[in-house]
């Protein structure tokens, strides 16, 4: 893959800060790992879905933030889990339970409404909500 220096035009961008690092993250999310899959949904006209497989986890070694249009999901083995498959024979081991963190850029206005996590998919729900400003409105049209 060819690296692009895109330095010289961020002096250019001037008040359009989230250009650049849009631009920043979409470049990092190239070497983010494959693991653990995950699926987005669109569920509705302003409503989404992310399904994550996360065998092995349970809510207490799971996190979820947000912070401005980032999500960060993040799933920690605990002490006894790692001693547990340390001490475990295996025969064949195709379930990774390895610490990961998964991030995801929200397009403007999407807030995470909930999340859950059941037969091993944790599923959260994210929801577009323009503010009223934002919103198309009717111009009534009279007659002068």
């Known amino acids: 893959m ?17 250009l650049s690092t849009v631009i920043d993250t979409a470049r990092q999310s190239e070497t983010q790992s494959a693991y653990p899959p995950y699926n987005i949904e669109l569920t509705g006209e302003d409503t989404y879905r992310i ?48 610490n990961f ?10 807030k ?3 999340a859950e996590i059941q037969n091993g998919m944790l599923h959260v729900e994210l929801r577009r909500e323009l503010p009223e400003a934002k919103q198309p409105r009717q111009i009534p049209i009279g007659n002068s």
């Not at 963190?101 to 999407?110: A, C, E, I, M, T």
């Open 112 to 114: 995470v409404q909930a």
């Open 101 to 110: 963190k998964r991030k995801f850029q929200l397009g403007d206005y999407v």
């Open 51 to 98: 399904s994550m497989a996360v065998a092995g986890f349970n809510q207490s070694n799971l996190s979820i933030e947000t912070q401005e249009n980032t999500l960060l999901i993040e799933g920690k083995t605990t002490k006894a889990d790692e001693n547990r498959a340390a001490t475990t024979r295996y025969l064949h081991k195709g379930i990774s339970a390895r």
């Open 2 to 18: 060819r690296n692009i220096d895109l330095s010289p035009l961020y002096r250019t961008f001037i008040g359009s800060d989230r």
